[in-house]
């Protein structure tokens, strides 16, 4: 069902540093930009990263993101207990005019 | 501050359809020019993003769910509302809805920048 591809899992000590892949095709993410979303069980879900790269208001610099090509990453540096949640990679697909998700990384601080 | 708040009908039995409602405040429907999106959550299978609205009623629809959803909105009551038909347990899913990205501007640029928590809706045999 997912359109863009993401590891299941990942994890890290407090401090470590993290990186979550995102691959997807020339329709999506190689022709648009990149959201990450965070989501927490029983919370609503929050964006971290929008546009690639920018960080809303509130999210900690310790969240960054880049694109290349058909491939996108999140990286969270100084992981904190607080970070553990499931992640999504998102954007807009060309063919299917309208907006989607990857497969979700569930990352744990161990 | 804007909140999004979902409610659903908890159990839907198969081939039933399942309506939800998003109630908005903090921001009005018929005053900000942003669309509002639909999206599910399904037990092992992630995300699926399942529509967007405009305040006029301009809809996108995700295609593989198009021939059984219709999304509505009221903006004398400020709220969104989301019907499928002919549900089975496919359609057993965490149901959210959330601000979307601005009309006029580019897609490659809209995202989901607020969602309420969320209404579990299970279909039932």
């Known amino acids: 069902q997912s359109v863009l591809t993401q590891p299941p899992s990942a994890s890290g000590t407090p401090g470590q540093r993290v990186t979550i892949s995102c691959s997807g095709s020339n329709s999506n993410i190689g022709s648009n930009t990149v959201n990450w979303y965070q989501l927490l069980p029983g919370t609503a879900p929050k964006v971290v990263i929008f546009s690639s790269n920018q960080r809303p208001s509130g999210v900690p610099d310790r969240f960054s993101a880049s694109k290349s090509g058909t491939s996108a990453s999140l990286t969270i540096s100084g992981l904190q207990s607080e970070d553990e949640a499931e992640y999504f990679c998102s954007t807009w697909d060309d063919t299917l005019n309208g907006h989607v998700f990857g497969t979700g990384t569930e990352v744990t601080v161990l | 501050q804007l909140q999004l708040q979902e409610s659903g009908p908890g159990l839907v039995k198969s081939s039933a359809t399942l309506s939800v409602t998003c109630s908005v405040s903090?921001?009005?429907?018929?005053?900000?020019?942003?669309?509002w999106g639909w999206i599910r959550q399904t037990p092992g299978k992630g995300l699926e993003w399942i529509g967007s609205?405009?305040?006029?009623?301009?809809?996108y629809y995700n295609p593989s769910l198009k021939s059984r959803v219709t999304l509505s909105v009221d903006t004398s009551k400020n709220q969104l509302s989301l019907t499928l038909t002919s549900v089975t347990a496919a359609d057993t899913a965490v149901y959210y809805c959330?601000?979307?990205?601005?009309?006029?501007?580019?897609?490659?640029?809209?995202?989901?920048?607020?969602w309420g928590r969320g209404t579990l809706v299970t279909v039932s045999s």
């Open positions: 959330a601000r979307d990205g601005y009309s006029g501007f580019a897609h490659s640029y809209w995202y989901l920048d607020h």
């Open positions: 903090g921001d009005s429907i018929r005053d900000n020019s942003q669309y």
């Open positions: 609205i405009y305040r006029s009623g301009h809809t």
